[in-house]
């Protein structure tokens, strides 16, 4: 199976660290997406690449949050000097550059679970 | 902005009843629209979604939705539900910006045996 994968699935870290998490796109699409979920909401939008250009990044919830997509292959999201309210899931999607409608279609990953003590 | 509506946070259904899940969605110059679906401790699985040409769409497990452009809707139908649909469910749409989807709330379906 080559969907999305995630990297760590579950975090627990101490308020003032700082975290990174990877996400590994399916490997033929070109634009990957980070969302937040927090509990008892939808996902939530935070930033997205096309190859390695991040072409949004006004989303993110504050300058702790920083997102990498070096090569334009695996992306990296990193919460510097967590807080308590950072405590969600963090969602990877991926999509194709393929034109048309079909391209907005975006396949997820199963998300890492990070808990702030 | 753009935005999605869940008009239900919960639906208890019975097993082998149907059941519906409605969404609204505010209107756009272009509307594509999905259903995801998520079970505890999981991401996000696409469900089915509407694109374009049919509005009705068919999906996986024997789900299906109609798009309802004057009633700016969306909803998920499933003429008999199983207990493995006990999950939650989210309608989603285009976004602020390109390619960005944005979310209903969510409705947790709860199928009884």
């Known amino acids: 199976d080559t969907g999305v994968s995630q990297n760590p699935r579950h975090k627990i870290t101490k308020r003032g660290q700082n975290v990174t998490f990877r996400c590994d796109p399916i490997?033929?699409?070109?634009?990957l997406y980070w969302y937040r979920q927090t509990l008892g909401q939808g996902p939530e939008f935070l930033t997205y690449f096309q190859n390695e250009a991040q072409l949004e990044k006004s989303r993110l919830l504050s300058d702790r949050f920083s997102a990498e997509r070096p090569k334009g292959s695996f992306s990296t999201l990193e919460i510097q000097r967590t807080e308590q309210g950072d405590s969600a899931m963090y969602l990877c999607a991926s999509s194709s550059l393929i034109p048309g409608l079909a391209a907005y279609e975006q396949y997820f990953g199963p998300g890492t679970r990070l808990t702030v003590t | 902005a753009q935005s999605v509506t869940q008009l239900d946070s919960q639906v208890p259904v019975f097993e082998e009843a149907p059941v519906e899940l409605r969404c609204n969605y505010s209107?756009?110059?272009?509307?594509?629209l999905f259903w995801y679906v998520q079970y505890p401790n999981q991401g996000l699985q696409l469900l089915l979604k509407?694109?374009?040409?049919?509005?009705l769409v068919k999906g996986i497990n024997g789900f299906e939705a109609e798009f309802n452009k004057s009633q700016t809707s969306f909803h998920l139908r499933k003429p008999s539900v199983h207990i493995s649909d006990t999950a939650e469910y989210f309608c989603a749409g285009p976004g602020a910006g390109s390619y960005q989807l944005t979310f209903g709330k969510g409705t947790k379906l709860s199928v009884i045996p």
């Open positions: 490997s033929e699409h070109n634009r």
């Open positions: 209107s756009s110059v272009s509307v594509y």
């Open positions: 509407y694109l374009s040409g049919s509005t």
